[in-house]
């Protein structure tokens, strides 16, 4: 479904050159649930970034569903990022001034949805992420949690091609990480493809695969692996 | 972006709203107004005043030497006056000159025997031979006047009896009747002339163009001297004749000690005057609004600006979401203009407002027009769109890649 | 404070295009305030301001008694009868100066220019000290010419007809009449004609004649002249001719102007004024002074600050300009919070590293004084260009028939009034600038720099 061939992105000022990834060759499946690690300024974020189609790279090709999106403009690489992707960010990313329903309803009205499509996916999602009766309600009354939960119903809502998550669990607390890691985990089960960028341990371990970035090159690696991470 | 997602932007940032409705409408006020005044200015302007304004001149002079015998004088100027080459005909003026009342205003009456008759504001020309052709007058119905109907000499004279009347002045006197034949009644003293000719509208009167009467007029064939030490003349030159007429006019006339020249114009200077109050007021007040709309647009870009680096982070989520930059531009111009639409709202209001006082305190009428209204309205709105546009468009290029740094 | 003034400025060049938009945005503003508030300043001032509190004018009102004083320049000048007794009358003050507003021509004995029309007064010697007078060449006549044929010349009249040069000793004819040139004065600099109460700013006097000879010439009487209702008929007569018949009749013609003492001004004044109630209450015994209220005693001062409420056009563009100005600052306020909202990391660190809430305090109101400065110092330039268009304006209203010489001193800068104007707009500024500096100030220190 995803592939990328040969990616590299250097990062230039007047005096340095910062070479954030260096010939990143990755290839992403249906249904996987991949988990990409490293110590920080690896290069993960970089990573993410081009995944999500948030920056653009130097060299290399990377192609979504097929289509190669380097040639794209920023109207297009837009809509892709709409309707293919579903991101999970660390900070939760909400807005603050619209309620739960409205903050869901943002990706869907770029599409230009019908209303009552909307509102039935709008529906879907809150209940899919246990939160049905508290769509009037602003992030702001929410816990950490909770917020994280609407930010990941508002991925799903528009029914992306994989979901794309930044330290979804890095701002809760040990009891709300682990409700937000079974969800995550039982959406992926049901058929979503997930990539997370993660330090939790934990969160590593369910995945079935794991990445790891070091010095802008990728790696895949065992499992056993894992307790080597920098926290 | 949804409207109302639009709608809660502007009430969550109320202050920035605030500012830019209060703005938007205070400059409205400022600019339709003067906008309404400089239309009021130019319409005073454009009315036709059938006037040939390069080709009619003023002059008026002082006689102070009680032992001039001003009967004679009056003739040598005259002599002197018509022998010039540029000079087609004039006239002695013993009452008005064009668009220049030299004492009070004139009115007549159609009726004298009615003590409540309405009087009418007129422009009066006592005049000469050389008059009617001197103020290039076309008579219209009736007569011209007969060479044995002209009287002249000093204040004792018995007034003449015949008189022509503007076309306008007829219709209001007379209304669908004839005017041939009729007597109007001229000033307090009741004199009366019978009407034996009519002739074109032309503006003529100072006084009467005040009262928007601006057509109406009156000659009489009396060319009267010695109510005071004024000299008056009327003189029609050939087309297009320089302004070195003036001159030669005036040493002209100093060739005769004695006397001392007040005025020689052109009748298009004294009609520069009729509106010169107004005009300055519209000049000033175009100088403001331009003050003002520059103000405003520095303002908009400016809290604009503002505004969209108090959003950085969430423009950053909606164009992760996949909002496109042309998506985010229009969404922010899309709330400008909400803005700037309350605003042009009140600005209606205050601009009514600050239509009446205007014309309270300062006596200055500028009287709304819907269509003038409609364009400035339309003028400030797309200026502040477009004020609103350079840093909308600076925005546009907020990237969504800063979403994935750590909060 | 070096280190301050680096950082400041430092602060001004970071955000290049904010700092220009911000000054741009001021400077409008400033020019129009300037120029706006200028004018109406200077349609205030007046030579005489020093003594004008203690320069009243004299007037005793004989008029019916529903005569409607309309506004405080409408007060009659006195009749004959009454100068008389003014003058006899043994009161203490400085000067006392008594004129009538008069019209008549000049012409040259030599026939070597053309006749002048002139406004002019027929007064006595005092009005030259009440009226600070400067003379170019020559004097005042002398107590003994008080009725002889001399007169006193403006240098405008000099110039047209004696090329500019000392004149003194020469003749003038003034209506057919010969008089002599005992001096030359220069009235350039008074820029309104007071002494007969028109405040005009388009004219003042081309000559000055002796009263009485004035009287022996019968130059008429030009100016407000109100009789009473039973002389109404005869009020062109008494401009123009009868002389003997004015000075027994129920018309004032002679305004008055008397000056006190600086040091015993309030006690001449109460004198003056007594003096005032008990004659027209003496008068209103014999059938006189109908009115209500039979004497006033307004003093300069009090007329120039009326006269600065018919500045009505004037005035409606101040507002104006009091208003965009107002808007200018509350954009400075928006400005000022853009630009700081981008410095929040740079203070933070600042503040990690030691600086005080204060020192950031201080480097922004350096900052914004160092903007304020520019943004006067440009306005006041441009203010130049806004009085001078102004002036044009101006000219062109009045149909360019007044004399440009005394209509600029109507819009020419005030460099002192630009001095005050400018410090409490650099007030202003920095007041409208309070609220960005506490807020940037209370960034606490790290706070934005994590991650």
């Known amino acids: ?231 | 972006m949804s409207l109302k997602h639009i709608l809660k932007l502007i009430l969550k940032q109320k202050s920035i709203s605030i500012l830019i409705v209060f703005q938007v409408a205070i400059t409205l006020m400022i600019v339709s107004n003067s906008a309404f005044i400089s239309y009021a200015t130019l319409q005073n302007w454009l009315i036709p005043s059938n006037l040939e304004e390069k080709q009619i001149l003023n002059v008026v002079t002082h006689v102070y030497d009680e032992q001039v015998d001003k009967g004679q004088l009056i003739e040598r100027d005259l002599a002197a006056i018509r022998a010039l080459p540029e000079v087609v005909s004039a006239t002695y003026s013993g009452e008005e000159n064009v668009i220049d009342t030299r004492r009070s205003s004139n009115v007549v009456y159609s009726d004298n025997l009615d003590e409540n008759a309405k009087d009418h504001s007129i422009a009066l020309f006592g005049v000469d031979q050389q008059g009617v052709g001197s103020l290039m007058l076309n008579i219209s119905s009736g007569r011209n006047f007969y060479a044995n109907e002209f009287v002249t000499g000093d204040a004792e004279t018995t007034p003449a009896s015949v008189a022509l009347i503007s076309d306008d002045l007829a219709n209001t006197l007379f209304e669908e009747g004839s005017p041939l034949g009729q007597t109007v009644y001229l000033n307090g003293s009741k004199t009366p002339y019978q009407v034996v000719g009519t002739f074109e509208d032309k503006m003529l009167g100072e006084s009467a163009t005040y009262d928007q009467v601006w057509y109406h007029g009156m000659v009489i064939p009396e060319a009267i001297y010695g109510r005071n030490n004024e000299l008056n003349y009327i003189i029609r030159v050939a087309p297009n004749t320089s302004e070195k007429i003036l001159e030669t006019l005036e040493t002209l006339f100093y060739q005769e000690s004695g006397r001392i020249v007040s005025r020689v114009e052109f009748s298009a200077r004294a009609k520069k005057r009729l509106w010169d109050g107004r005009s300055s007021f519209a000049f000033v007040m175009f100088a403001i609004s331009a003050v003002a709309l520059l103000i405003t647009s520095l303002g908009i870009i400016a809290l604009v600006t503002f505004s969209v680096k108090m959003r950085h982070k969430n423009l950053g989520i909606l164009r992760a979401l996949g909002a496109s930059k042309s998506m985010v531009l229009k969404s922010l111009i899309v709330e400008n203009s909400l803005l700037a639409l309350v605003g042009l709202v009140l600005g209606f209001f205050l601009s009514l407002w600050l239509n009446m006082a205007l014309l309270q305190t300062l006596g200055v009428q500028g009287t709304p027009d819907i269509i003038v209204g409609i364009l400035v309205t339309l003028f400030v709105w797309l200026l502040t769109c477009f004020a609103a546009y350079l840093p909308a468009r600076k925005a546009t290029l907020i990237a969504p890649a800063q979403v994935t740094k750590a909060s | 404070m070096k280190d301050l003034f680096q950082l400041a400025i430092q602060g001004v060049k970071q955000k290049g295009k904010l700092t220009i938009l911000m000054i741009v945005n001021l400077v409008i503003g400033i020019t129009l305030l300037l120029t706006m508030s200028t004018m109406v300043k200077l349609g205030g001032n007046s030579v005489l301001t020093n003594k004008a509190a203690q320069m009243h004018h004299f007037s005793l009102n004989y008029m019916d008694s529903d005569f409607e004083i309309r506004n405080q320049f409408r007060y009659p000048p006195l009749t004959f009868q009454d100068a008389q007794a003014l003058k006899n009358a043994d009161l203490e003050y400085k000067h006392l100066s008594f004129n009538y507003d008069t019209r008549f021509i000049l012409e040259s004995e030599l026939d070597n220019a053309r006749p002048m029309i002139a406004t002019a007064s027929a007064s006595d010697i005092d009005y030259f000290s009440v009226f600070i007078v400067p003379f170019i060449y020559g004097a005042p006549w002398l107590d003994t010419q008080s009725d002889s044929d001399v007169i006193v010349i403006d240098k405008k009249v000099n110039d047209h007809f004696f090329s500019g040069e000392n004149s003194v000793g020469q003749f003038i004819k003034v209506d057919k009449q010969s008089l002599k040139i005992v001096g030359v004065m220069d009235l350039s600099q008074h820029n309104r004609r007071i002494s007969n109460m028109r405040f005009s700013n388009r004219y003042n006097d081309l000559a000055i004649v002796p009263m009485a000879t004035a009287e022996r010439m019968n130059l008429p009487r030009a100016g407000y002249m109100p009789c009473q209702t039973k002389e109404e008929t005869q009020r062109g007569e008494y401009r123009q001719h009868n002389i003997s018949a004015l000075k027994s009749a129920e018309c004032g013609y002679l305004h008055t102007w008397i000056e006190f003492d600086q040091q015993n001004h309030q006690q001449q004044l109460a004198a003056a004024t007594l003096w005032a109630r008990n004659y027209t209450q003496q008068q209103a015994n014999l059938g006189r002074f109908p009115h209500e209220e039979k004497y006033k005693l307004n003093d300069l001062q009090l007329l120039l600050n009326e006269f600065a409420q018919f500045m009505r056009w004037e005035k409606v563009y101040l507002q104006f300009s009091y208003l965009l100005f107002a808007i200018c600052l509350v954009n400075t306020v928006g400005i000022l919070l853009a630009k700081y909202q981008s410095k929040n990391k740079l203070v933070s660190l600042y503040r990690a590293l030691g600086a005080s809430r204060w020192y950031i305090v201080k480097i922004h109101l350096i900052e914004i004084s160092l903007i304020a400065f520019a943004a006067i110092i440009a306005g006041v330039l441009f203010a130049h260009l806004g009085l001078e268009l102004m002036f044009q304006v101006s000219m062109y209203q009045m149909d360019y028939s007044a004399d440009p010489s005394l209509v600029k001193l109507f819009f020419s800068m005030d460099y002192g009034f630009a001095f005050t104007s400018g410090a409490f707009i650099y007030a202003a500024i920095l007041i409208a600038g309070l609220y960005p500096v506490y807020r940037i100030s209370g960034i606490s220190p790290a706070s934005q720099l994590r991650g």
């Open chain 1, 1 to 231: 479904m995803l592939s990328m061939q040969n990616i590299s992105k250097i990062y230039r000022t007047e005096l340095i050159e910062t070479h954030a990834l260096v010939d990143v060759n990755f290839e992403v499946n249906e249904g996987d649930f991949i988990a990409v690690t490293g110590p920080s300024g690896s290069g993960k974020t970089t990573f993410l970034n081009l995944t999500g189609l948030l920056e653009p790279f130097d060299k290399g090709q990377y192609f979504l569903d097929g289509q190669d999106v380097s040639k794209l403009n920023d109207s297009q690489l837009s809509k892709i990022r709409n309707e293919k992707i579903g991101f999970i960010f660390q900070g939760f990313n909400l807005i603050s001034e619209l309620n739960l329903y409205d903050n869901i309803e943002v990706p869907l009205i770029f599409r230009g949805l019908p209303s009552h499509e909307r509102k039935q996916r709008i529906e879907n999602a809150l209940e899919m992420v246990g939160l049905a009766s508290r769509g009037k309600h602003f992030p702001a009354q929410l816990s950490g949690g909770q917020q994280q939960r609407v930010a990941i119903a508002r991925a799903l809502a528009g029914q992306p091609r994989f979901l794309l998550a930044d330290e979804p669990t890095g701002n809760l607390d040990t009891h709300m990480a682990r409700q937000v890691m079974d969800l995550l985990q039982e959406i992926n089960q049901q058929g979503t493809t997930l990539l997370m960028v993660t330090h939790d341990n934990e969160l590593a371990q369910r995945a079935h695969r794991n990445i790891q970035i070091l010095d802008g090159q990728l790696t895949d690696i065992n499992k056993s692996q894992l307790t080597d991470l920098a926290v």
